[in-house]
């Protein structure tokens, strides 16, 4: 292992470059470096990227395709279990890692999408969100600050720490959101799409003037009441112990809904986790956007293909 005094051997513009066409040939719409002394500004103690990987220089932010065109037709309760494509994108970061260390010998990690074990289940370890804001592959939206592309719409994000020194990227200069849509609907009854169609009723705010967003407010609360069922297990079994009739305990254990977060446990379903995606079905940019359909991407794709010198 090369001592970190000793550098490591790479045109920063060139090394980039390549992270950023290894990530986007497995499968990334977009890449972005984020600049460190914002996020190290930005985070919280204990959440910076130097709390995590001390000698961090560049955090790498990527963005993968939300759904396929055919996942928005499908009921709610089907779209919980084959709408994310978030591992996808944990997949790349992290094969990206690898990838960093083989061809530049620094020091590098794929960054865990998962909470901090000891600031429970609302605190990640790190804001992936912040991230790929920062990087300027994603800007916040009305939908619970989801992060929006103009070009992909709704993508799931990925990071990557390393030791490797990269240029920075700057924020997106303009928010997709709102879509001009969103603006008349606002206009007209006060609500865009996603704060009218979100069943549980978690999001509202306001668009200025300008159709900007001037402020916004999100219910983390009512949403993970519907949405994030890993919190409703423990409920469920500190009811059945406290019900002093132990059959009734027991029946509660095994009515229909307590037997479908078996179900999910049992298949390690991505469904215990904020899988809605109404506000998402809904958005004009999450499903719109230029390239958010994924079937325009490849005709495209193969069209610049076929025209190729």
């Given at each position: 292992?090369?001592h970190p005094s000793e550098g490591f051997p790479a045109d920063p513009i060139a090394a980039k470059q390549a992270i950023f066409d290894y990530c986007k040939?497995?499968?990334?719409?977009?890449?972005?470096?984020?600049?460190?002394?914002?996020?190290?500004?930005?985070?919280?103690p204990g959440h910076r990227p130097t709390d995590l990987m001390p000698r961090v220089k560049s955090v790498i932010s990527l963005g993968v395709g939300g759904?396929?065109?055919?996942?928005?037709?499908?009921?709610?309760?089907?779209?919980?279990?084959?709408?994310?494509?978030?591992?996808?994108?944990?997949?790349?970061?992290?094969?990206?890692?690898?990838?960093?260390?083989?061809?530049f010998g620094a020091p590098s990690v794929y960054v865990p999408p998962d909470i901090d074990p000891e600031s429970g289940p609302r605190v990640p370890l790190?804001?992936?969100?912040?991230?790929?804001?920062?990087?300027?592959?994603?800007?916040?939206?009305?939908?619970?600050?989801?992060?929006?592309?103009?070009?992909?719409?709704?993508?799931?994000?990925?990071?990557?720490?390393?030791?490797?020194?990269?240029?920075?990227?700057?924020?997106?200069?303009?928010?997709?959101?709102?879509?001009?849509?969103?603006?008349?609907?606002?206009?007209?009854?006060?609500?865009?799409?996603?704060?009218?169609?979100?069943?549980?009723?978690?999001?509202?705010?306001?668009?200025?003037?300008?159709?900007?967003?001037?402020?916004?407010?999100?219910?983390?609360?009512?949403?993970?009441?519907?949405?994030?069922?890993?919190?409703?297990?423990?409920?469920?079994?500190?009811?059945?112990?406290?019900?002093?009739?132990?059959?009734?305990?027991?029946?509660?254990?095994?009515?229909?809904?307590?037997?479908?977060?078996?179900?999910?446990?049992?298949?390690?379903?991505?469904?215990?986790?904020?899988?809605?995606?109404?506000?998402?079905?809904?958005?004009?940019?999450?499903?719109?956007?230029?390239?958010?359909?994924?079937?325009?991407?490849?005709?495209?794709?193969?069209?610049?293909?076929?025209?190729?010198?």
């Amino acid at each position: 292992m090369r001592h970190p005094s000793e550098g490591f051997p790479a045109d920063p513009i060139a090394a980039k470059q390549a992270i950023f066409d290894y990530c986007k040939k497995r499968g990334a719409l977009a890449v972005g470096v984020a600049d460190l002394a914002a996020l190290e500004r930005i985070a919280p103690p204990g959440h910076r990227p130097t709390d995590l990987m001390p000698r961090v220089k560049s955090v790498i932010s990527l963005g993968v395709g939300g759904q396929t065109q055919g996942a928005w037709q499908l009921p709610a309760k089907a779209m919980a279990y084959s709408g994310s494509t978030e591992v996808r994108g944990y997949t790349v970061a992290y094969g990206c890692a690898f990838f960093i260390e083989q061809k530049f010998g620094a020091p590098s990690v794929y960054v865990p999408p998962d909470i901090d074990p000891e600031s429970g289940p609302r605190v990640p370890l790190q804001s992936l969100k912040l991230h790929a804001e920062i990087a300027g592959i994603g800007a916040r939206s009305f939908a619970g600050d989801i992060l929006l592309h103009p070009q992909f719409g709704f993508m799931y994000y990925a990071s990557v720490f390393t030791e490797l020194e990269l240029p920075p990227d700057q924020p997106m200069a303009e928010n997709p959101c709102p879509a001009p849509s969103c603006v008349s609907m606002y206009r007209s009854i006060g609500r865009t799409p996603c704060m009218k169609f979100c069943p549980a009723q978690c999001l509202s705010g306001e668009i200025d003037d300008a159709g900007k967003q001037k402020s916004s407010r999100y219910d983390m609360a009512a949403c993970a009441e519907l949405t994030q069922e890993y919190e409703a297990v423990p409920k469920i079994l500190a009811e059945a112990v406290r019900d002093e009739n132990r059959s009734h305990g027991a029946d509660r254990l095994l009515d229909p809904d307590s037997k479908m977060l078996w179900y999910k446990v049992s298949a390690g379903s991505g469904g215990w986790f904020a899988q809605c995606f109404e506000c998402m079905r809904v958005c004009p940019i999450a499903t719109q956007a230029p390239q958010a359909d994924p079937i325009l991407r490849t005709e495209e794709a193969r069209s610049a293909a076929a025209n190729k010198p």
